[in-house]
């Protein structure tokens, strides 16, 4: 009983918040509905005993991801009334679209009333636990590979990012380390009225 | 890998031979395709003892090709005695004729790409007759085509060569069509092209029958009637012999090489090869046997009355490939197929020959320019003699075994067609003897009619040019001899093994042997008459002939005429069609196909093509629009009910 | 569970791209930026490819799961492997010094080596996670490889569209693997294909399908879901064009192969469908949206479009020969796609790339070999008999109207005529136009090794249909539907 009403409030303030992620003017506060929906789908998860999922979602997308959208949003001036303007064009088209998959969704998940096979048992042990328990046994391979995705994420981002500027001065550690004397010391006699320079050009 | 080398050797020589002859490098390319040729009739040669003699007839696998479903095509050789003798028959006679070029083609400057082409039919050739199915048969068939139209082309700046190629093409385009309609209807009977089928199941579909347009005939006949028609185009009989003299404008190792001893014998070649269908079709044995001796007796009389020397041994090979049909008709496939071979030798001696005299009179090839030269061309005028006397068939020469055994074989078939034929061909023979010695005396003997210069221009051709003709006359004389008991007498059954499959009633070929002795020797009387009619007309008393015109000036004017076949052709078909074309093209094509056709289509698809453009906006949100109305469409042919 | 035998030998393949990828990783960090650099980076990953292709070799025959079912090796995984390899040697090789494009850097190649792994682990992936996952690993680096010339707003713009809509597709892919999952309570393929014998087919495992298919299909840039392609085509550096047009398509075919044929072959009724559908659409954009381009580049994409569709009728017939089909047709692909970008990839004037169709007039006599080389490509891909192209797409129409799908055979017959206008128009440039201002010479040399073994293998397929049919349908006979 207490548990259908927290669902039904998490899942309501879910739905509520996504749509004013979408549909309000101020770009600051669809971030801000964007943490709220985290939030409730976290607390979502906790219904389902998912708690480390939940942990997380708060953890990486309210504490990391999120903020970084509203930084982002913040630093960037840009005109998003402008923007919206196009999409004003197809409203109608696509709220007709979006009803007819939300009739057909909708259809669906009736179908699957009673119906949740799909879920494992649990038996008795934490989700964290069960989890740590597979993670690097039965799963190794996808946590390799999901290993190998922020790999390439990160190498990514700074191909994309990083520039090497010309011009501009930069310390060179090894190169300072690896220097030797003979390099770039020379030693030149001066004749007095001639200067050093003038001997070079004749080297 | 011994029988792929036959028949590739001369692929390699030919593709070897044409890039060294972009580059000008003709030696290489007379080398390369010399050798090609030259060794694949040393490997014929094993693979004739092997496989005729030995009796090992085989098949070999070159490559797996297509297999999809009901069809299967793979690339066979197969190599039985049909094969072998054609084996022989195609790489000697090639072997002398690229020899051969080297000489007669030395002035020319696209020596190395003749010498190309050479090979390249002799390959096409010899996938013909390896050909383990028909559509590979008919690859080489095409193959051949081609190569003759390329090479009756050669001297393309001649407008009379290549519109005698375009005819050769053209016509023989006729022919081909019966041919593939043939193989289409033989796979809608059987469901295979490939011979050991055809052959295995020939007999229980001989109650088929096939109904055409609301026409019913026995479905055998309409295939062998089909593969007939090709038979005729490719071999130049009556009514599709057309291009065959003509073809002559193409350099004379061509004449001799494609249009008398190999490519033009193709089709009795399919006749024979198909002989187990045809064999179960009566109809068609006897329009082959009448088209046969139509043509043997048609072409002799067209021969007789032309002036340019290799016309007239166009019209005798014409009329020797009529005796070779009717001898497949009345089922004595041997008899034609000894006769392909002993032909193969003394035709294309006489064309080599006809071309050294053609060389010696600084290319003039009228006969009424010539004369008098045969002293000083002694080995040539030799060699056609030799030539001449195995085309008329007298005795212990070559033409005397086959051409007689096919006058007996038709005799002995006791049927009407039969007794048509023997008569028609011993006609034939006598005006074989007479055109023959007629070209003998009006080329070598009697005075000079040639121009002073020409005259001190003749000399005998080069060795390299005379060398070829020996081993060809050494078969005029003693292939039929040799041959005679193998191809046609006692070992005849061992040697053909079932390469040929005869009817148990129709045994004209063995009675052939027990005919009365009038049958025998009447040819040999008719061709003894013919020589002594041309000796009379041409030596005795020159102005005979004239007169004789004169007097039967009508028949005359038909036979120099050619029967008037090419004006009724001229008539019927090509101006019709020229005038049909004509409105098609105007009101048709123009009018109708191109406007709705492709410049409506076209339009069409420009125009759609330009609102796409347009719908690809370069707007994100517009393609993941469109992706996910894509992905509610897809959703709802579901819901709605037709996805199940 | 097993970690000790030797069975993860069935991943030697993608664990020796993982080491030149790491060895990349300290090459690129560590190296002295200096003029060879960026030939030591290529010619690393070059080898890598070669090394990855010979493991192949090495390969237990016969199918093998490892990895808790979830990576899975046949002989079709393995031929499509080599597919990918090949694929990704000649889009490297092709890349040269990257000089002009703005990848003359040793990520470039680490990020392509990355998403050729993502492609190799894709064809191998025997779960719902592990395809997502090695889609995913596919799909980032292809992202950034896509924006990297620096400082073109096209390139940026190529970038961030094909990440936006790539994002939206991989939602849709999984919303649709988590109906699948919750439908059949399992995400192995295997699991899924068992949990679809018993019962009616529920409505749930069809949209499931649905968003999973069309999650897919946006890979395969087939229509509707191609709209990325030709935007990304064009503003992408051409090297990574190549690469798109020769690589990730085949294994995201293979990818849509083993889903349909292993996962849900059950269902085949309801997903023959879909690829009907995508297939006729992605024929008729292609054929139509090419023939108004000007750029050779988003020319290139519509015809991969239709390609695509071809491809996808050869899977909609849904039998063993269709299956065998569309392998060959993919073989066929990779190769014309090399060979063609080949050609492209030496457009240059004054030193810069072009990429205008009109920019190819008179090739013929300024670079006969390249003209001589394009022509029989587009010959190909017009699908000219006796040219590999023919053959590919006769196999696909063939297995089309045997399973009864005639009307789908003849809207691609009449599209591949629609097609081979804008083939043969660029051959008419080439050999019938003046040139308007000649290109370079002398880049085309070190290209040769990709042009001439793509054409060595377009002209002389010809000779070797029997076996290439016999293997590609012997290995597809490894899928789930037909053992």
Not at chain 1, 3 to 18: D, I, N, Q
Not at chain 2, 404 to 424: C, K, Q, R, T, V
Not at chain 3, 161 to 166: E, P
Request: glycine fraction near 10%; include cysteine.
């Amino acid at each position: 009983m207490i548990s259908s009403f927290f669902f039904y409030l998490f899942a309501a303030v879910t739905c509520l918040s996504g749509l004013m992620v979408v549909t309000s003017r101020n770009p600051v506060h669809s971030v801000l509905f964007l943490i709220l929906a985290f939030f409730n789908a976290a607390g979502l998860f906790i219904l389902l005993q998912a708690e480390f999922l939940a942990m997380l979602l708060v953890v990486v997308y309210v504490g990391a991801v999120a903020v970084l959208f509203l930084f982002v949003v913040m630093m960037l001036d840009i005109n998003f009334v402008e923007l919206r303007e196009g999409f004003q064009k197809y409203r109608t088209l696509g709220i007709v679209i979006g009803i007819i998959l939300l009739a057909e969704l909708f259809t669906t998940f009736f179908q699957l009333a009673g119906d949740s096979g799909a879920l494992p048992e649990t038996t008795g042990v934490h989700n964290t636990a069960q989890l740590g328990r597979v993670l690097y046994t039965e799963y190794v391979y996808l946590f390799q590979l999901a290993g190998l995705i922020l790999l390439v994420a990160m190498i990514g981002a700074i191909a994309l990012t990083l520039r090497s500027r010309p011009g501009v001065k930069r310390q060179s550690i090894s190169d300072q380390n690896s220097r030797r004397r003979e390099d770039t010391v020379r030693l030149a006699k001066v004749r007095s009225g001639e200067g050093a320079e003038a001997k070079e050009g004749s080297h | 890998m011994f029988y792929h080398a036959i028949v590739f050797l001369p692929l390699l020589g030919a593709i070897i031979a044409g890039i060294a002859s972009l580059s000008q490098q003709h030696n290489i390319a007379i080398l390369a395709s010399i050798a090609g040729v030259c060794l694949s009739l040393l490997l014929s040669c094993f693979a004739f003892v092997e496989i005729a003699l030995g009796g090992q007839a085989l098949t070999v696998e070159v490559a797996r090709w297509i297999g999809s479903g009901d069809f299967q095509a793979h690339w066979t050789l197969r190599f039985d005695t049909l094969t072998a003798v054609m084996l022989i028959v195609v790489t000697g006679v090639s072997s002398c004729v690229h020899i051969y070029s080297v000489g007669y083609m030395s002035h020319d400057k696209a020596r190395g790409r003749f010498m190309a082409y050479l090979s390249l039919f002799t390959f096409a050739m010899l996938m013909l007759v390896t050909a383990d199915n028909l559509v590979q048969l008919f690859f080489g068939w095409e193959g051949v085509g081609v190569a003759s139209y390329l090479l009756i082309g050669f001297w393309y700046h001649k407008e009379s060569a290549h519109t005698a190629a375009m005819k050769a093409f053209v016509v023989n385009r006729v022919g081909d069509f019966g041919f593939a309609l043939g193989i289409i209807s033989i796979f809608a009977l059987m469901g295979s092209v490939q011979f050991s089928d055809i052959f295995a199941n020939a007999a229980t579909y001989q109650s088929h029958v096939i109904t055409v347009f609301g026409l019913s005939m026995p479905a055998l006949e309409l295939v062998s009637i089909l593969l007939f028609i090709g038979a005729m185009g490719k071999s130049a009989q009556l009514g599709l012999h057309t291009w065959l003299p003509d073809a002559m404008e193409g350099p004379t190792p061509v004449s001799a090489l494609i249009h008398a001893a190999t490519m033009v014998t193709a089709g009795v070649f399919l006749v024979c090869r198909m002989s187990p269908v045809i064999e179960y079709a009566p109809l068609a044995l006897d329009i082959i046997t009448i088209v046969g001796a139509l043509t043997a007796i048609f072409a002799a009389t067209v021969g007789m009355t032309q002036f340019d020397i290799k016309r007239v041994i166009a019209y005798s090979t014409c009329s020797q490939l009529g005796y070779m049909f009717f001898a497949a008709g009345v089922s004595a496939y041997p008899a034609a197929m000894f006769h392909l071979t002993t032909h193969a030798f003394f035709k294309a001696l006489l064309f080599l020959g006809a071309g050294s005299v053609i060389h010696a009179l600084s290319d003039e090839q009228d006969l009424r320019n010539m004369g008098g030269i045969w002293r000083k061309v002694p080995v040539t005028y030799t060699m056609m003699w030799i030539g001449s006397l195995a085309l008329a068939g007298f005795p212990f020469f070559a033409g005397f075994y086959s051409k007689d055994m096919i006058l007996e074989a038709a005799y002995a078939a006791h049927s009407g067609p039969g007794i048509l034929a023997f008569w028609l061909g011993c006609a034939a023979a006598l005006l074989t003897a007479f055109y023959s010695w007629r070209l003998l005396i009006l080329a070598f003997h009697g005075t000079p009619r040639a121009s002073a210069e020409v005259m001190s221009h003749v000399h005998e051709s080069p060795n390299v040019m005379t060398l070829p003709l020996v081993p060809l006359a050494l078969g005029a004389i003693f292939s039929g001899w040799l041959g005679y008991e193998v191809f046609v007498g006692h070992d005849m059954a061992a040697f053909w093994g079932d390469a040929i499959f005869i009817l148990p009633g129709h045994d004209a070929l063995a009675n052939a042997h027990h005919v009365p002795v009038w049958v025998k020797v009447l040819p040999i009387i008719l061709a003894a008459s013919g020589v002594i009619l041309a000796v009379i007309a041409y030596i005795v008393m020159p102005s005979l002939p004239a007169r004789i015109a004169l007097l039967f000036a009508p028949i005359y004017q038909l036979f120099f005429n050619k029967w008037y076949f090419d004006e009724l052709y001229d008539r019927i078909f090509v101006a019709p069609s020229v005038a049909f074309g004509q409105i098609l093209w105007q009101r048709g094509d123009k009018g109708v196909i191109d406007y709705y056709g492709p410049d409506g289509l076209s339009g069409f698809v420009k125009r759609s093509s330009g609102m796409l453009t347009k719908l690809q906006s370069g707007y994100v949100y517009h393609y993941a629009f469109a992706m996910m109305i894509g992905v509610v469409v897809l959703l709802s042919w579901y819901f709605s009910g037709f996805g199940r | 569970m097993e970690f000790s035998s030797l069975t993860f030998l069935a991943a030697l393949p993608e664990f020796i791209l993982i080491f030149f990828a790491l060895v990349l990783v300290l090459v690129a960090a560590f190296a002295r930026h200096s003029d060879g650099h960026i030939k030591t980076v290529r010619t690393i990953s070059l080898v890598g490819y070669a090394t990855g292709f010979a493991a192949l070799f090495l390969l237990p025959q016969g199918a093998t799961e490892i990895f808790n079912g979830m990576f899975r090796i046949d002989g079709l995984t393995v031929y499509m492997k080599g597919l990918v390899l090949l694929g990704g040697f000649f889009a490297c090789w092709l890349v040269g010094d990257g000089w002009g494009e703005g990848i003359d850097r040793a990520e470039f190649h680490l990020l392509v080596l990355m998403a050729i792994l993502g492609m190799l682990l894709m064809i191998s992936a025997n779960d719902l996670i592990s395809l997502y996952m090695a889609l995913e690993l596919q799909s980032l680096p292809l992202y950034v490889v896509a924006a990297m010339r620096t400082g073109s707003l096209k390139s940026s713009e190529a970038g961030l569209k094909y990440f936006l809509l790539g994002a939206l597709s991989s939602g849709m892919l999984l919303y649709g693997a988590s109906m699948i999952y919750g439908f059949s309570g399992s995400t192995g393929f295997s699991e899924i294909a068992a949990s679809l014998t018993t019962g009616d087919i529920s409505i749930g495992m069809t949209v499931g399908m649905v968003f999973l298919l069309s999650g897919l299909a946006f890979k395969i840039s087939a229509a509707p879901f191609h709209m990325w392609t030709p935007d990304v085509y064009e503003g992408a550096p051409t090297p990574v064009t190549a690469l798109f047009a020769i690589v990730p398509k085949v294994a995201s075919i293979t990818l849509i192969l083993s889903v349909t044929y292993n996962a849900l072959g059950e269902m085949a009724v309801q997903w023959q469908q879909i690829l009907i559908a995508l297939s006729v659409i992605s024929m008729i954009v292609g054929a139509t949206g090419a023939i108004m381009q000007q750029n050779i580049k988003r020319m290139l994409a519509y015809s991969s479009i239709a390609h695509m569709g071809y491809a996808l009728a050869g899977l909609a017939s849904g039998s063993m020969q269709g299956s065998t089909s569309v392998i060959i047709y993919m073989t066929t692909y990779v190769f014309m796609g090399a060979g063609s970008f080949a050609v492209i990839m030496t457009m240059r004037r004054d030193g810069l790339p072009v990429e205008r169709i009109s920019d190819l007039s008179g090739l013929s006599s300024t670079h006969p070999i390249q003209a001589a080389g394009m022509m029989v490509i587009m010959f190909s891909m017009a699908g000219i008999p006796p040219l590999a192209g023919f053959f590919a797409k006769w196999y696909v129409f063939l297995a089309a109207v045997d399973a009864g799908l005639v009307p789908l055979a003849i809207i691609g017959l009449l599209t591949s005529v629609i097609g081979a206008f804008y083939y043969l128009r660029i051959i008419r440039l080439m050999y019938f136009q003046e040139a308007n201002a000649p290109l370079d010479k002398g880049g085309e040399r070190q290209n040769r090794l990709v042009l001439f073994a793509s054409l060595a293998v377009i002209l002389l397929f010809f000779f070797f249909i029997g076996p290439v049919h016999d293997h590609a349908s012997s290995i597809s006979g490894a899928l789930a539907s037909f053992s």
